[in-house]
């Protein structure tokens, strides 16, 4: 049997890694904001405005625009950016964990994400300026699960799939690394994490 090549790089997904969203509070607050229940704030908020976003194609003003407009309520942006991103905390347990692949491995941020959380997460997050490379949905025009964005990742990591393991908390994206060769895993906590890293040899 053929060598199992070993891990040069190291892919990280941003939402539920290496911070963590809830989404559930995030249409609560905006609800109560507009006026509407939950539910409602939800329904009106999945579709394709949230896949614009990602992919780029609305700067900050234009996710300002799209949100309110489907919410029914007019927000100033100082007021509507830190509202759009209340919902996030940092994973704290997991930063050392990823600060020790630093110089040991390739990493790069692979996210689908948009312009306005993008601004907010950075500044909490300065480990980010010592990743090799951060892949942003709303940079580079394209998103998970797409094949693109994983070879975008695997170039700018400089090495082959079969090098790279990929960590998201969501199967199908997951899943959609393995497609293309890439060892995926699905990431669940800061311990798990540390086991499917022994077992990569990191």
């Known amino acids: 049997m053929a060598a199992v090549p070993a891990v040069k790089?190291?892919?990280?997904?941003?939402?539920?890694?290496?911070?963590?969203?809830?989404?559930?509070?995030?249409?609560?607050r905006l609800a109560a904001r507009a006026g509407l229940e939950p539910q409602e704030a939800a329904r009106r908020l999945t579709g394709a405005?949230?896949?614009?976003?990602?992919?780029?194609?609305?700067?900050?003003?234009?996710?300002?625009?799209?949100?309110?407009?489907?919410?029914?309520?007019?927000?100033?942006?100082?007021?509507?950016?830190?509202?759009?991103?209340?919902?996030?905390?940092?994973?704290?347990?997991?930063?050392?964990?990823?600060?020790?692949?630093?110089?040991?491995?390739r990493l790069v941020l692979l996210s689908n994400t948009n312009a306005l959380h993008v601004a907010y997460?950075?500044?909490?997050?300065?480990l980010l300026k010592r990743f090799d490379a951060l892949v942003m949905s709303c940079e580079v025009g394209a998103v998970k699960p797409e094949p693109a964005i994983y070879r975008l990742a695997l170039?700018?990591?400089?090495?082959?799939?079969?090098?790279?393991?990929?960590?998201?908390?969501?199967?199908?994206?997951v899943d959609a690394a393995r497609a293309l060769g890439v060892r995926g895993h699905v990431f669940t906590d800061a311990p798990a994490f540390d086991a499917q890293l022994k077992a990569l040899g990191l």
Not at 9 to 28: I, K, P, Q, R
Not at 49 to 74: H, K, P, S
Not at 97 to 103: D, H, N, Q
Not at 155 to 173: N, R, T, V
């Open 121 to 126: 997460l950075k500044p909490l997050l300065p």
């Open 9 to 28: 790089a190291v892919l990280l997904d941003l939402g539920n890694v290496l911070v963590f969203h809830d989404n559930a509070l995030l249409f609560a």
């Open 49 to 105: 405005g949230w896949t614009a976003a990602n992919r780029g194609l609305l700067d900050a003003e234009g996710i300002r625009q799209d949100v309110c407009g489907a919410l029914g309520v007019e927000l100033p942006m100082a007021e509507f950016a830190p509202l759009w991103s209340s919902h996030f905390t940092v994973h704290h347990a997991v930063l050392p964990r990823v600060e020790g692949l630093v110089g040991r491995v």
């Open 155 to 173: 170039d700018k990591a400089g090495c082959a799939p079969d090098e790279a393991a990929f960590f998201d908390d969501l199967p199908e994206f």
